[in-house]
């Protein structure tokens, strides 16, 4: 079945066919009003049919009545949400007024008619479809077979459901808030959360407080829900085969690999990884762009520590702990050599600044000096009528009289523009310098107080 078609034609779910395996299935949903918005589309796009003899038919369809209610539905899942609350009889009679608005104007009828009939088509096929899945999701839930089943309501989650003694699955979504919306998978394993720690290095903008969130996150759009769905039955399935295996996985592996990233970031400068917009690609970074990086992906890897640790309890992960305290022991020196080279930098670049500055300032004053006179120029041209804006080649007559009256002007404006943009690249470079120097510092500094931390625990021990 195709993607684009869930929560359209059909709901995604996640099925228990046997006491140790899960399955992905669909549930159809059932339109029962499908050829009336097939007739009422037909109606509206025929030029013929007139809305008073739309809004009849729409007055005698009886069953538009069980339309009536609030819906929880999102038409663009990471859309800012619009209340969906149906009244068909107000609603015709709104349809009436503004009809009757249309007729009574002089200009633009046929297009406000248009527009009408349009808002006409999207309201009730957008109704019938969320009574359709509406029903759709009682279904599912009065079957017992059905553990997790796909949706399109605003700021909903599937409850937490317990796949066996030691594992629990849970989809979160937060469907029709815009720039909040969300779209997140979360296991937990004997009460720890399963936490995906290869994204760390994966992502190259990835967070530690977003990453701590969830076991797998997905896209905010109707065709993730199969990812969503797949992905917790793989866990689940794989944890009933054989709990050893679900810890290799889900964790051993993630830990290894998010070791491995942390390595290769120390080491090169050319990776391979999800970017900004979330494409998987191939990128290289040089100068602070490296520097930054480096300095913030490994010491970032400390806030994970305790995660980890957690997870001790259920198999030995404190050698990751130990390999991640040496990564940061043998990067602290370099972090450092970074932070001098960029303070370094800055005086350099700063004394540059404030050599160019008394030259760009002097050109600066030619310049405008220059400009104010050649708009009085222009001025007067105008005014004398030698030159007319109205004329086609305006622009050109008038560079011509300025570089005849002001035969200075070019260099000094060239002369200006050489220093103004030498100045700017030293002012970009300083920039550059001073967030890399602050990203640093903060780094090294959290390094510090990390292991200054762990040798006050030890002392006390």
Not at 259 to 271: P, W
Request: proline content about 2%; aromatic content about 12%; overall charge positive.
């Amino acid at each position: 079945m195709l993607r684009e078609k869930i929560n359209e034609e059909f709901v995604i779910v996640l099925k228990k066919i046997s006491k140790k395996q899960f399955a992905i299935d669909f549930v159809n949903i059932e339109n029962p009003y499908l050829l009336f918005i097939q007739k009422l589309v037909k109606m509206c796009n025929d030029s013929r049919c007139t809305i008073p003899a739309v809004l009849k038919y729409l007055e005698q369809n009886k069953r538009l009545e069980d339309l009536n209610s609030n819906y929880s539905y999102c038409d663009d899942l990471s859309g800012a949400y619009q209340e969906l609350s149906v009244n068909n009889r107000e609603y015709i009679k709104t349809l009436s007024s503004e009809h009757r608005d249309i007729i009574g104007k002089k200009d633009k009828k046929e297009f406000l008619l248009k527009l009408l009939r349009n808002r006409i088509k999207r309201n009730y096929s957008t109704w019938c479809k969320a009574y359709s899945i509406k029903r759709t999701y009682e279904k599912c839930r009065r079957d017992s077979e059905i553990s997790i089943f796909s949706h399109r309501m605003r700021g909903w989650s599937n409850p937490e459901f317990k796949i066996s003694k030691n594992l629990s699955v849970e989809i979160k979504s937060n469907f029709g808030f815009g720039r909040s919306s969300y779209f997140i998978s979360v296991i937990k394993f004997k009460n720890f959360k399963i936490t995906p720690f290869s994204h760390w290095v994966v992502y190259r903008f990835a967070k530690f407080s977003e990453i701590i969130r969830y076991s797998s996150i997905h896209s905010v759009q109707n065709e993730s829900w199969y990812d969503a769905i797949e992905f917790v039955r793989d866990a689940s399935n794989l944890s009933l085969k054989s709990e050893k295996m679900f810890i290799e996985k889900y964790i051993i592996d993630e830990l290894d690999k998010m070791l491995d990233g942390l390595n290769k970031i120390l080491r090169s400068q050319q990776f391979y990884g999800f970017n900004e917009r979330n494409i998987h690609t191939k990128y290289e970074l040089r100068s602070y762009d490296l520097v930054n990086f480096r300095a913030e992906k490994i010491s970032g890897s400390l806030d994970f520590i305790e995660s980890i640790l957690n997870f001790n309890e259920i198999t030995e992960t404190k050698s990751f702990v130990d390999r991640i305290e040496r990564i940061n022991i043998e990067t602290q020196p370099i972090l450092s050599l970074e932070l001098r080279n960029a303070r370094k930098e800055i005086k350099r670049l700063t004394s540059e600044k404030e050599l160019i500055m008394p030259i760009l300032e002097k050109w600066k004053v030619k310049f405008e000096k220059f400009e104010r006179r050649i708009q009085l120029f222009e001025e007067r041209l105008l005014k004398s009528k030698e030159l007319k804006l109205c004329m086609p080649n305006y622009e050109i007559e008038l560079k011509k009289r300025i570089a005849k009256k002001f035969p200075d002007y070019e260099n000094v404006s060239l002369s200006y523009s050489k220093v103004l943009n030498e100045f700017n690249i030293i002012e970009s470079q300083i920039g550059q310098a001073t967030s890399s120097e602050k990203i640093v510092a903060s780094c090294i500094a959290k390094i510090r107080k990390y292991f200054k931390t762990q040798s006050q625990k030890r002392i006390k021990l």
